[in-house]
Every structure is written in C-alpha cells, then in structure tokens.
C-alpha cells in the first residue's frame, strides 16, 4: 500500500494556518434553539437550505437510539433498516443502501467492511452521538461521489471544541427484553487549563433475540412446497427448511460489544487542534441460512459469528479568522486499523481487513458580495484484504482523491446553492489474474430555496452524480469459469459475481420540496426522481449453486421516484402530535422491479410534555411489498406499535437523573424488512419492553 507521504505537506499548511491565525473568537451562533448543520460545511440552519435533511438531536435522538445505526433511523421517513439479526443495521436511504450511503463519524468516513457486504455490522455508536444528520442530493458530493444514495453522519464529542463551564459527567444503563440486551454508557469531560480531556465507554451484551413466530418465513415454505410437482426433491427440502427453523427465538443471534474512546483538545482564542484514539471489539452471530448441499442432501453447517476489531486515530482541527478572505480552515486526519474474522463453528474462517488512512482539507471563504461557500480536498489510501476459505474478494490498494467545492448566493427571497466534484478511484488488486482499475468522475449540482410567501417555502435540488464501481462489484468470484468452482460467501448465503469491466455509474437526481410553516402546523412534502445510467445491481439471476442463489452484479439503467410526508402539529403547550409516511418505486429497464426496496409506510406519534413527564406513542404500518424483484420473494404488511414515558429528577447545580421505559412491537406482529437479504430466515425482535436510567452532571 502507499503510505501517506502527502500528509507532511498538509500538515505544513495547518501550521502555516495557526501562525498567521488572529487572537480573535469565532463568531458562534447563540440560539440554542436552532441547529446549525454540520454535514453541509457551509455555516446553514436546516430550515435554510433546499437540501433534503433529516435530523436527530436532544430528546428525539434519545427517543429514537437503538443499538444499530440502521434501527435508529427507520423509523424517519425516506429512511429503513436492512437488518441481518440484531447486531447488524444498516441505513437504506430512497432504496439505496451498500456502498452509495456514506457513513460518517465527525464528518470523516468508518473505513469499516459495512459496505463490502450486509452481514457486516458498521462500526459506529449511535448511543454515543450528540446529533445524526442526514443529507441526500447536492452535499453529498462534500464527501464523495460514491454517496448518490446520502450521507449519514454520526457526530460524538470525542474532540471537544470548547472549554465547558465546568466538568460534565454521563452515565446510562438499559436493558431490552427482547433479547436480554443490556448497555451500558458512560462519558465524562473536564478541562486542565486550555486543555478538554473526553472519555467515553459502551458495553452491551445480549442473548438470541425472541421473535413472535417461526424464523423461516411461511412463504417461502410454500413456495418450496408448490415447486415440488416440477421440481424433484423439493417436498423433502421444504420439509427440511421447517425442521431447521427455530420458533420464538432466532438462532445464533447474540454477542457482545465493547468500544471506548479517549481525547484531548487544545482550546485556543480562535479554534482548536484535538486528538482522540477509540477501540472496538465487537463479536456476534450471524442467523443461519438453512442449505442442503449437493443434489440435495442435508448439509449440517457450524454457527456463523463475526469476531471484529477496530483501532482509529483521529486528529481534527479548526482555525477562525485566517485571514481577511479566509473565514476558516478545516482540517481532519484518520488513521483505521479494521479486521474481523468469520468464525464456523470452532474453525477460522475468511479473515478480512481494511488498513486506511483518510484526510480532509477545507477551506470557508468569507462571504464577498452575497456569495459564502468552500473549497476542500478529500485523500483516502486502503489496503483491503479477504484472506481463507471463503475469500471471494482479492486483497486490493484502493486510493481516491477529490476536489470540491461548493457555494451559496443569497438574493433576498432566494438562496441558491452550487456545488461541484472531481474524483480519482484506482483499484489495484494484488492477484496478476485481476486488472488495475481507474476511474474519473465529475458531478454537479444546483439548488434553489425560494420564500414564496410567510409560511411557504419551495426547495429545488439538481444533481449530475458519477460514481466508481466498488472492489466487490469488479472483483467478487472474480475469474470464475465454472459455477460450480464459485466460493460462497455462507454470510450472506449466496454466490456473489462481479465484473471486472464495469464502467462508472451515472444519475441524475431531482428534489423538490414544499415547506408550509403555520404557526402551530408544520408541513414538508419532498418529491425525488432518480435516473441512473449504468446502475451496478445484485440480483438473483434464478441459478443455484449448492442449493444456495446465484446473485450477480449487473450494470442496466434504473429508475427511482417518491414521496416523503411529514406534518408536525403543536396541539397545546403539552401535546404534539406528529404524520409522516413514504412511498417509492425502483426498477431496471432489463430486470423488472428493484429488489430489496422498502414498502410503503405511513404512522402517526403523540407526544406529551410536563415539567417531569415526557410520554409517546408511535405506531407506524407497511403495507405488503409485493415487487421483490427477480426471484425474490415479498414481505407481508405489518404495523409496529411503541409506546414509552420518562420521568425527570432536576437536582440543579447537582445534575439531573431520569428514568424512562419503552413498550416495543406492542402488537407482537412479525416483521421481515423487505430491505434485508435475511427476510425469509430472519424477522425483527417480538414485543418487547426497555428499561433505564441516565444520570447527566
């Protein structure tokens, strides 16, 4: 892999940076209330900006954490969970999940396997962030050209970037009966002088997750049962599917997590220079996927679990005022050991890893006749390896470099937006079998925030996107001959095909929002119309390899178009009451209907606020999704119900204690998430009740 001799010459910039920096404080913005955006770089409060924006901060964020990234945000609209058991979330975005949502920890990519394959958990702690955004459209170009489907951003304090008032200290416990989870949280900031030293702890442990029926899904049983006529063997297989699944609890699907991090900030009178170390360790099962080897006898398979590390290094700095047209200089550095091993049984399986140094310059120009925006460079070296049995992807130094810029113009009752992208991709696998790989790619856009009258606000957001193929597009099973040779990655419980010869993929995506704000009615209803020009699918092309689906990754023009609904009402001081829903359809013009999209959703919560008291109830219901895809099956309807409440202890000057309780899947309805390539063997957990408490100083 190259080594990053490029960072020297960074790091001389920052320091060129802090020399000629003015002893002067940043101009902050001092409404609380109001939430400055992270992710759009460009200094912008949600309500300002045409881009479509989901946001979760404070008591919402607390509301809605879950264990998984992807759970967290299901529930929003435009947004699902592609679970693969309890352990393993991972966010779709308007049907689009892998590798097009990028995901960010302070703005800075996870360098994990997340997006290599679904089974892979990602490796972030929603329970430890202050605040998740989520952007789709133009700014996801901010951070690559690969982010057409969003950007997830997870933002932690792990670099404080000012001095507290005086120590803070956190500590939270729950515990989910669904699967005897048990967390446990702590977090602590205190300052030495100039210097803010962070620390924080997560440690969760749980059982097999109960779920309310079998994990099989009938469905697929019937299936197997209606091909037995033309199909040999197939009675006897359908037979064996029901007798390995397991009823009230789902197989293999416990573990444990541990990640801890540690940082200190240099505070000075215009910015800041932090650094921080986090570690995680991070073991869990994986639910089986029943097969039966070849020509149809039984095939008894070891328990698949996940044993996962992870080491990151991060140095952030932040410096107002540079200059008379330089409003602020950006700077962050990662550096990630990653590696999990898949364990059968009590054997070593395939070992993957992924060694990457990432970085990040930005520049914010003082605003100059209306127009304010910044400029930036983005590096990132990789060294990914699948080394074993079942190593289907060919170690490879992947390195990428970008340029960006974007701006804003404001004119009165309009505020326009331009951004644009230059990319460089270059795979280099280490096998002479598989070619070298480079792609460049470009990508636009333009947005429009019109104030069309008091409480009517209209968004346009245009966007031309190129994206690179990804390591396991091109190179997964690549060189295959025969299919029967195909090394099956027993995770996912598929064969896996690439194609060396992908070309990039092109979109063009269109957003239009409508915002009505009146008085105690907030309403926003977002249109999105999304055309690829050679779109890197898997699908299942209908053969088998051992009982188990071939899954190719084709390229062939696609089409996604929606709605997402949101009305938020203020019925009195105490009571608020809240509508969402979201409708969307993808296909390809060859290969019919887009498999593993969400269904249609609609809900409705209820809140209520007292001095002590906070209470909700949610419910929200999918409507069956009978477009699977090829050779896919559907998912039925189901409706979840959740109802929780929290009782604050203010002790003033000595912090404050709150206990709360949560009622999950109330109705006890089984749900598979159509998103999931687990569906059939793996349905979300039973009804289920959360308890806890935290204490905040």
């Not at 490879?396 to 990319?423: K, P």
């Not at 270059?426 to 069309?452: D, K, V």
Request: proline share 3%; with cysteine; aromatic share 10%.
């Amino acid at each position: 892999m190259q080594r990053i001799h490029y960072v020297p010459l960074t790091m001389g910039l920052l320091a060129l940076a802090v020399s000629s920096a003015h002893a002067q404080n940043s101009d902050q913005d001092q409404d609380g209330e109001i939430y400055e955006l992270v992710t759009t770089a460009i200094h912008v409060r949600s309500a300002e900006t045409a881009l479509p924006v989901t946001l979760l901060t404070g008591e919402e964020l607390h509301k809605s954490v879950r264990a998984t990234i992807g759970d967290t945000l299901a529930s929003q609209p435009g947004l699902s969970n592609a679970s693969f058991g309890p352990a393993v979330g991972q966010t779709v975005i308007r049907g689009q999940q892998g590798r097009r949502v990028m995901n960010l920890t302070n703005s800075m990519p996870n360098a994990d396997a997340a997006g290599n394959s679904s089974d892979h958990a990602q490796t972030v702690e929603p329970l430890l962030a202050t605040s998740i955004e989520v952007l789709r459209g133009p700014a996801t170009l901010l951070y690559g050209g690969g982010a057409i489907g969003g950007v997830v951003n997870v933002i932690d304090r792990r670099i404080v970037t000012s001095v507290p008032d005086r120590p803070a200290f956190a500590f939270e416990t729950r515990h989910d009966s669904s699967s005897d989870l048990q967390n446990h949280i702590g977090s602590a900031d205190f300052a030495t002088g100039s210097l803010v030293w962070h620390v924080d702890a997560v440690q969760r442990e749980w059982n097999d997750l109960e779920i309310p029926d079998f994990a099989v899904d009938p469905a697929l049983l019937a299936k197997l049962h209606a091909e037995q006529e033309t199909t040999e063997g197939a009675e006897e297989e359908a037979h064996d599917e029901a007798a390995e699944s397991t009823y009230g609890y789902l197989a293999n699907s416990g573990g444990e997590t541990t990640t801890g991090t540690a940082g200190v900030s240099w505070i000075f009178d215009n910015g800041h220079l932090g650094f921080a170390f986090n570690k995680l360790d991070n073991r869990y099962g994986l639910p089986p996927v029943p097969h039966h080897g070849h020509e149809g006898e039984e095939e008894v398979e070891e328990n698949i679990a996940i044993d996962m590390e992870r080491s990151r290094y991060d140095i952030s700095g932040e410096w107002h005022e540079v200059a008379s047209w330089l409003e602020q200089v950006d700077y962050d550095l990662s550096h990630t050991n990653y590696g999990h091993v898949e364990l059968e049984g009590t054997e070593t399986g395939t070992h993957f890893s992924n060694d990457s140094w990432q970085q990040r310059v930005q520049l914010t120009m003082n605003e100059w006749r209306q127009w304010h925006g910044v400029v930036g460079m983005q590096n990132s070296r990789e060294e990914f390896a699948a080394v074993g049995e079942e190593s289907f992807i060919p170690a490879s130094d992947i390195t990428t470099d970008g340029l960006f810029i974007v701006e804003d113009f404001h004119a009165e009752a309009l505020t326009w937006e331009f951004g644009a992208r230059i990319n460089r991709d270059s795979y280099q696998a280490q096998q002479q079998l598989a070619p070298e790989r480079e792609f460049n790619t470009t990508s636009l856009s333009a947005s429009a925030l019109w104030q069309q009258s008091d409480p009517l606000t209209i968004g346009l957001s245009l966007a031309s996107s190129e994206r690179a193929p990804s390591v396991e597009e091109l190179y997964s099973n690549h060189g295959l001959d025969d299919l029967a040779d195909c090394v099956i990655h027993h995770a996912t419980g598929a064969c896996e095909i690439g194609d060396v010869n992908f070309t990039e993929e092109r979109s063009f995506n269109t957003d239009l929002t409508f915002t009505w704000n009146a008085g105690d009615v907030t309403t926003s209803v977002t249109l999105f119309d999304n055309r690829f020009h050679d779109y890197i699918a898997q699908v299942n092309d209908g053969r088998e390899v051992d009982e188990l689906p071939v899954r190719l990754y084709l390229q062939d023009d696609a089409h996604f178009y929606g709605v997402e609904v949101d009305i938020d009402w203020q019925l009195n001081e105490q009571f608020a009451l809240r509508l969402f829903g979201d409708s969307m359809r993808g296909s390809l013009d060859t290969f019919g209907d887009m498999p593993r999209l969400p269904p249609r959703r609609f809900g409705m919560q209820l809140d209520f606020t007292d001095k002590h008291w906070t209470a909700y109830a949610s419910v929200q219901h999918a409507l069956s999704q009978q477009r699977p895809g090829a050779f896919e099956l559907g998912s039925d309807s189901w409706t979840r119900l959740e109802i929780g409440a929290d009782y604050t202890l203010d002790f003033g000057d000595n912090g404050e204690l709150q206990v709360f309780v949560k009622g999950r899947n109330l109705l006890d309805d089984t749900i598979r998430m159509s998103t999931s390539y687990l569906r059939s063997f793996a349905p979300e957990a039973a009804r289920s009740v959360e308890t806890g408490l935290r204490y905040r100083y």
